[in-house]
């Protein structure tokens, strides 16, 4: 059913920025060497099942633990294993991962990994190798297909299954919410995805309904996106695609299907929002908002093709299409990268010469800047963002008609021209000033809080007063600092502020667990005592009988 355009109270719509990725995919050929992460999107990190010397084909699983929330980890190319030792850099699960943040800075981890040297062949191993022993057929069988071919680990907090992947059982899933937003620059497009691949997406949603027959079907896209909601939606009634037709189908979907469009405004794709403006939300702290928890699976558009691929094409999950945005590539659209492809490679000769960039993972918004950029595409990456460094400043840039200039004001004529395409650099064009009380922060924050406000407390060190202004709804999007104009690192101060009261609160913890194991030490000394004396007394009296 299609739905009426939804949105949330604040938010952002940044327009057109120069370097948006278009949807035209490019693959970039089997790459001679990969370094696989042994632990990708959700769940934890497992054990190789491959030693060094060994052949591969990829597809083949080489590491799995039955025993762990987690799922199994693929060879992504044909190849011999060189190295199961070493670890790797990676940013995994980083999704409240701030670059303006210091502590989130360092949120990259090192995880074990298995390198694999390439014999350049680009076939892969069929996922049913490994589920022979049930039949597919069933809901059990599905779920097992699933689990081997290593989708169990999209979404951010995976997909449930019978396989422990996720920290909810199957049955508990009320709603599944997919998100076909493009509400953040730079982001993969979701017609990229989508547009050409209708069936397999319908089919994927069918698979969805026919494991979690009793959730509502959530899709988000973007209002602009007509040509997208309607070109679905008609696939969705006039085609017999729409009932899938086979084992995987439950005949529900229609019914429990909604198509919403929504605003396309920033951070609209943020998980806590997303779920909120589609569904509610149950109460709790945003920040902390998880929608496992509460029964709801958020997946990408991407990961729905994902679901299709391993359920009816039986491929594993050794692949990711990757979106190229920001004015520092030379290209811009999306490519489909092994998993495990070094980010150097796919960028290296995609980048624009003598123009130095900023590299970003994921989110203009939210993404961590890399440092170093031999790390390896996971199931976690979706864009690699090339902004041009630029830290001059524009003489008199006030006087300038602006056309091209991104702003929440409407200081500049590109408020008028709204389908100009503006700038996107590193600059911040100028440093911080104090707050004049604009009130920008507060009308864009999506969870209704006073940014202003929280990040005046931390800076002046009074952070238990920011718990009663809800400092904790916070999602850490990012855009009160975007539209500041004084340039104020309010979402630094804001996380800075979280930190410090989960400091306070585990050591208040911690000393109350040690003063307990005190009174208790205190007691059993005292009843030591005690017994002591009881001896004494009885030995006195059978001394005196
Ligand atoms: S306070 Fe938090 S949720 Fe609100 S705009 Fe800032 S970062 Fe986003
Ligand atoms: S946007 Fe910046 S200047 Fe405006 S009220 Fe918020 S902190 Fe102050």
Not at 259 to 267: C, F, Q, R, S
Not at 437 to 459: G, T
Not at 494 to 504: C, S
Request: with cysteine; proline share 6%.
């Amino acid at each position: 059913m299609l739905e009426k355009v939804k949105t949330f109270k604040g938010g952002h719509a940044f327009g057109t920025l120069n370097g948006m990725p278009k949807a035209r995919i490019r693959h970039c050929g089997v790459p001679m060497k990969v370094v696989i992460p042994l632990r990708q999107g959700f769940g934890d990190e497992v054990k190789p099942i491959v030693k060094k010397g060994d052949k591969v084909k990829a597809g083949q699983i080489i590491a799995i633990d039955d025993n762990s929330i987690s799922s199994p980890i693929h060879a992504s190319v044909n190849g011999t294993i060189s190295d199961c030792e070493s670890k790797v850099v990676c940013y995994e699960n980083n999704n409240k991962c701030m670059s303006e943040n210091p502590a989130a800075e360092n949120q990259n981890i090192e995880i074990s990994s298995v390198t694999i040297e390439s014999d350049g062949l680009a076939d892969w191993q069929n996922v049913e190798n490994y589920v022979a022993d049930v039949d597919l057929a069933t809901v059990e069988g599905a779920f097992k297909k699933l689990y081997m071919s290593g989708v169990t680990a999209l979404g951010l907090s995976g997909i449930p299954s019978p396989h422990n992947t996720s920290p909810v059982e199957p049955d508990k899933v009320t709603n599944i919410v997919i998100n076909a937003t493009n509400s953040e620059p730079f982001s993969l497009p979701v017609s990229a995805v989508v547009k050409t691949r209708e069936k397999a997406f319908i089919t994927g949603l069918n698979i969805l309904s026919f494991l979690f027959p009793d959730a509502e079907i959530d899709i988000a896209i973007d209002s602009g996106q007509e040509e997208s909601i309607y070109g679905l939606f008609n696939a969705l009634n006039g085609k017999e695609d729409f009932v899938m037709k086979g084992v995987y189908s439950d005949g529900k979907l229609p019914d429990k299907l909604h198509i919403n469009p929504v605003k396309p405004k920033y951070p609209q794709g943020n998980e806590t929002v997303l779920v909120e403006t589609l569904i509610g939300v149950a109460p709790g702290p945003k920040g902390d908002f998880s929608a496992i928890e509460h029964g709801v699976i958020v997946l990408a558009a991407q990961d729905v093709l994902s679901i299709y691929e391993a359920v009816i094409e039986g491929k594993p999950l050794i692949e990711r299409i990757v979106a190229l945005g920001g004015a520092g590539h030379s290209v811009n659209h999306c490519v489909g990268v092994r998993i495990g492809s070094s980010l150097k490679s796919v960028i290296s000769h995609r980048h624009k010469a003598g123009v130095e960039s900023r590299i970003i993972l994921n989110s203009i918004m939210t993404g961590p800047t890399l440092q170093n950029l031999d790390i390896p595409i996971t199931k976690s990456t979706n864009s690699i963002i090339s902004l041009p460094e630029n830290k001059d400043r524009e003489f008199q840039s006030f006087l300038r008609p602006g056309i091209d200039r991104g702003s929440y004001s409407k200081t500049f004529l590109s408020a008028i021209f709204r389908k100009s395409v503006r700038r996107a650099d590193t600059n911040i064009n100028g440093e911080p000033r104090p707050c004049i009380s604009c009130n920008y922060c507060e009308y864009a924050c999506p969870v209704n809080i006073l940014p202003f406000l929280i990040s005046k407390y931390v800076e002046h060190d009074m952070v238990e007063e920011t718990e009663g202004l809800n400092i904790f709804d916070c999602v850490e999007c990012g855009l009160c600092s975007y539209v500041c104009p004084s340039k104020i690192p309010i979402l630094k101060h804001i996380a800075e502020g979280k930190q410090k009261i989960r400091i306070a609160a585990a050591e208040d913890a911690a000393a109350e667990v040690e003063a307990a194991a005190e009174a208790l030490a205190a007691a059993e000394a005292v009843s030591a005592t005690e017994a002591e004396t009881v001896a004494d007394t009885e030995a006195t009296a059978e001394a005196v009988v």
